[in-house]
């Protein structure tokens, strides 16, 4: 579930606001340049040419994605087809990169996917043209984040959106706290909800990936984007003040037992999703601090998004509005015009705006309008994004070496499972964060 896509996740939003071949293709010649998607004259220019997409969307969320290669299939004429990755992206590619037969485009679920495939010669540098299009419409972070020795290999194409906080509205009215907006004013009112009975959190610790996304918003916060920046490339040690600030602010929480449902053993035998079950099916505490996947699992709890089961932003620890995003990478394995026009398309404002009239789909392009989403939760989400322009950050253990950022019960996840355990030791927290990351980054 820790790359549980927002596709899984917005459906479940979608659906609830309205309830209250894997076969060598054949394409034209290699070249070093993307072919325009069409003439001006409105001529179909990659008439006959045909291209295979990989990613690991099946059921509604491929559905929908097969939509926006329809639209573009009807623009240039080119014949798409899709094949599913299945959730080990790795996996599928590997042998198909080593069999010399990689499909045309291929969606990344992570960035590290991109700086490995990049080391191997699997990925094309994207064009002049797909470039320009990043330019125009992205920030300049995200254009860094599909780089790799200095050329441009990929695009964020789809986002998952982790700085939020969902909450159990009965509980808030029946403690009468207001949603909060600060760090503080989430301490103040987790402790009136203590003292109304009910535990103001349920942590999902037995999934260390859901305690890597709370230091992370937490450390964006209340550090900034540039240190953020640094310590996912381990430029500055996790033994700098600036981290054992955030671990003071998460202890905070994790260090009141009357904060934590099942205090922090409990806490740690708790995977995701059972911790928003714990909320919206047996309703025994008041908050769930994760990403907007959480209104599926709420959802099937019974809740009604938008009614019982709301949100809101992970509230500011420091100077900045946190908004981390997780989301899929698209890159070129085969040179060739159809493939470069066909990231062309899914990086514009056009194909953007297509796919965000569907349903389970969050755009990191800062030019589609949040009014193109289909429901109000969504474009709020959406919103949220092009709010937070350059200060945006993807999930910092994703950029990490999977042994520090990716391990179940090894790296970062373990450390931070420990510091649930004794939150009191920050400095001991510290120290086996850094242990852990020299081993990784050597």
């Keep these: ?86 959730e080990d992206t790795g996996a599928y590619l590997g042998p198909r990169i080593q069999g010399k037969n990689p499909p045309d485009v291929a ?41 790799a020795d200095g050329k441009v290999y990929g695009v964020l194409i789809k986002a998952a959106h982790k700085s939020l906080v969902w909450y159990r509205s009965d509980a808030f009215e029946e403690a009468g706290v207001q949603v909060p907006t600060t760090w503080d004013e989430l301490i103040k009112a987790g402790q009136t909800i203590a003292d109304s009975g009910t535990p103001p959190f349920s942590l999902c610790g037995a999934s260390g990936w859901t305690l890597t996304d709370l230091f992370e918003n937490v450390y ?34 994790a260090g009141k037992k009357e904060f934590v449902l099942d205090g922090a053993s409990g806490a740690l035998q708790t995977d995701f999703p059972t911790c928003v079950t714990k909320v919206y ?15 599926t699992q709420a959802t099937q709890d019974g809740a009604k998004v938008g009614e019982g089961a709301k949100y809101f932003p992970f509230p500011k620890a420091g ?38 009239k569907l349903p389970g789909y969050l755009s990191p392009n800062k030019n589609v309008s949040p009014d193109n989403y289909p429901d109000e939760l969504t474009k709020q989400l959406g919103q949220t994004i092009v709010s937070a322009g350059d200060a945006v950050r993807y999930d910092m ?32 927290a510290q120290a086996a964060l850094e242990a852990e990351a020299k081993k990784a980054w050597k």
Aim: glycine letters at 8%.
């Design 107 to 147: 969606i990344l679920p992570q960035p590290g996917l991109v700086q490995q495939y990049a080391k191997q010669d699997a990925l094309k540098p994207l064009s002049a043209e797909v470039t320009q299009e990043i330019d125009t419409n992205y920030t300049p972070y995200w254009k860094e984040l599909g780089s």
């Design 220 to 253: 964006l916060s209340s550090a900034g984007p540039e240190n953020y920046d640094k310590l996912s490339k381990h430029e500055i040690p996790w033994t700098d003040a600036s981290v054992a600030t955030a671990l003071e602010k998460i202890a905070q929480i």
């Design 319 to 356: 100077d900045t509005a946190p908004v981390v995003l997780g989301g899929d990478v698209a890159v070129v394995m085969k040179d060739s015009p159809g493939a470069m026009a066909l990231v062309q398309f899914l990086a514009s404002k056009e194909g953007g705006e297509i796919w965000a």
């Design 1 to 86: 579930m820790r790359k549980a896509s927002a596709a899984v996740v917005l459906a479940g939003l979608a659906v609830a606001v309205a309830a209250c071949g894997n076969a060598p293709t054949t394409t034209t010649p290699t070249a070093s340049e993307s072919a325009p998607a069409s003439s001006a004259a409105g001529a179909k220019t990659l008439e006959g040419v045909k291209l295979e997409v990989a990613a690991k969307w099946t059921g509604a969320e491929q559905k929908n994605f097969e939509q926006v290669l329809k639209a573009f299939s009807d623009k240039t004429g080119a014949t798409v087809t899709y094949a599913s990755t299945g």
């Design 281 to 295: 099916g047996n309703k025994k505490a008041a908050m769930v601090i994760e990403a907007d996947f959480v209104a």
């Design 397 to 428: 253990s994703d950029l990490a070496p999977s042994a520090f950022g990716g391990t179940d019960g090894k790296g970062e996840w373990k450390v931070l499972q420990d510091f649930l355990r004794n939150p009191s030791d920050v400095k001991g």
